[in-house]
């Protein structure tokens, strides 16, 4: 995933860079300090309210236009979020059912997850299990999938008084909270995919 120039218009740009400031400091073991929830829940509603503002309002020939034969269209990047984000939802659901560890220390900064979302200069073809088939043919729909599924998370980011720093996600060496964290960055990339789309020769105006 990667960085790409961040236009002045997107509404999440400045406070993007705010949030890699903000996610310093060192990770402590225990109940969901109240900074970081508010950081997380933060970055949630930020990514929540920039893709439906991105996705909304556009037109079919907009939707499904691709640069190239081989890139995606915004309709297919709506439809990996559908795809993906209740993948990633499951394995938090699956680690909270597991005790809490010994693993106190995960093996990048916070602010490594966040630039995550901002840098788009690395890219990676995303996993079989989650690539777009091509099957969403209505993006409010998917629209709507991806916010109802959102609104669980938010509600678990707003009450959860679990250890997320205690438990490590699938022996990665990052910790629960990074991970809840890297959902919500990992849409960020994508929106940013959609403003490429957007910036792309021959994007229908």
Excluded at 56 to 67: C, D, H, I, N, R
Excluded at 141 to 157: D, I, P, S, T, V
Excluded at 158 to 168: A, P, V
Aim: contains cysteine; hydrophobic residues 40%.
């Amino acid at each position: 995933m990667t960085a790409c120039c961040l236009p002045v218009r997107c509404p999440g740009a400045c406070a993007v860079l705010a949030f890699a400031a903000l996610f310093t400091g060192v990770c402590t073991a225990g109940p969901l300090p109240a900074m970081e929830r508010e950081r997380l829940v933060a970055h949630f509603e930020m990514t929540n309210r920039w893709l439906a503002q991105e996705v909304t309002g556009l037109t079919p020939a907009q939707l499904a236009f691709k640069a190239a034969p081989d890139k995606w269209s915004i309709l297919d990047v709506v439809e990996h979020l559908t795809i993906a984000e209740p993948q990633y939802w499951q394995w938090v659901q699956d680690c909270l059912k597991q005790p809490v560890g010994a693993f106190a220390r995960p093996k990048h900064p916070d602010e490594e997850t966040l630039w995550y979302g901002i840098d788009r200069t690395e890219r990676n073809k995303t996993a079989a299990a989650r690539e777009s088939k091509g099957e969403l043919k209505d993006a409010r729909k998917g629209l709507e999938q991806f916010l109802k599924l959102r609104g669980e998370m938010l509600a678990l980011a707003k009450s959860t008084q679990e250890d997320l720093r205690g438990r490590e996600i699938q022996k990665s060496g990052t910790d629960l909270y990074q991970w809840f964290l890297m959902i919500s960055v990992h849409s960020q990339r994508h929106i940013l995919q959609i403003q490429e789309i957007k910036a792309s020769a021959g994007y229908p105006r």
